[in-house]
């Protein structure tokens, strides 16, 4: 079966750095996204590799290791409105994208 | 502003009536998705349709149905609403490749009583 893991919930401190992990095991893979979604909202982009290696976009980056399974999403110079839940997403054989549950960051002053 | 709309905002439904959430694209998105989100579970894929005129069943299709007349609409219709069909609801569309990455509507928060 196809499966997508990141913990449950983390917390860090404003101004702290947070690294946010996801694993997966899929049919096929065709890229892995990272969404940012606050309470009652829609998720957004945040991120998309699917080469191996780190991307930079401002205070986020995303790595990614095929071999591995594994990516991870960095958050640095963390801010209040960095609050919300991260979402590890990954495209599938089919191009259909499979979600993990996702990991809710909280960040405290 | 580009965009799916999606409506209505919210709805509380008795048990046993029907109702259809709508969801209307104009990026000329080739796909489109349904989710319910529930906590702890994360998003759910209910249909999906890849061109108009034709759907396919996610992971969670009983109770509900789809349509795709043309591309720019995909509607969802629960036909008897139950407790359990009680969450929150997102239409997304991406191109037909999905490597752009998924746009999401803001979503219908659903009460089934």
């Known amino acids: 079966g196809q499966n997508i893991d990141q913990p449950t919930e983390m917390t860090a401190t404003e101004g702290a750095i947070v690294q946010i992990n996801c694993t997966y095991q899929?049919?096929?893979?065709?890229?892995l996204f990272w969404y940012q979604q606050h309470a009652g909202e829609a998720p957004t982009f945040l991120s998309y590799?699917?080469l191996d290696g780190l991307e930079e976009k401002g205070r986020f980056s995303s790595f990614l290791s095929r071999s591995k399974g594994y990516s991870y999403l960095l958050l640095k110079e963390l801010q209040m409105k960095d609050s919300a839940s991260y979402l590890c997403a990954v495209l599938d054989s089919n191009y259909q994208l499979i979600w993990g549950a996702g990991t809710k960051l909280i960040i405290k002053p | 502003t580009a965009g799916i709309t999606q409506a209505p905002t919210s709805q509380i439904l008795a048990a046993g009536r029907s109702m259809t959430l709508r969801c209307t694209q104009d990026?000329?998105?080739?796909?489109m998705y349904w989710y319910r989100q529930d906590l702890g579970l994360g998003l759910r894929l209910i249909h999906y349709?890849?061109?108009?005129?034709?759907?396919g069943k996610g992971e969670v299709p009983d109770g509900y149905s789809v349509s795709r007349a043309n591309t720019d609409d995909f509607p969802l219709t629960l036909a008897s609403a139950v407790p359990s069909q009680t969450s929150v609801y997102f239409c997304?569309?991406?191109?037909?490749?999905?490597?752009?990455?998924?746009?999401f509507g803001s979503g219908t928060r659903l009460t089934v009583v």
């Open positions: 990026m000329r998105h080739n796909a």
């Open positions: 899929t049919s096929g893979f065709n890229g």
């Open positions: 349709s890849n061109t108009a005129g034709t759907t």
């Open positions: 590799n699917v």
């Open positions: 997304a569309s991406s191109d037909l490749s999905g490597v752009h990455g998924y746009t």
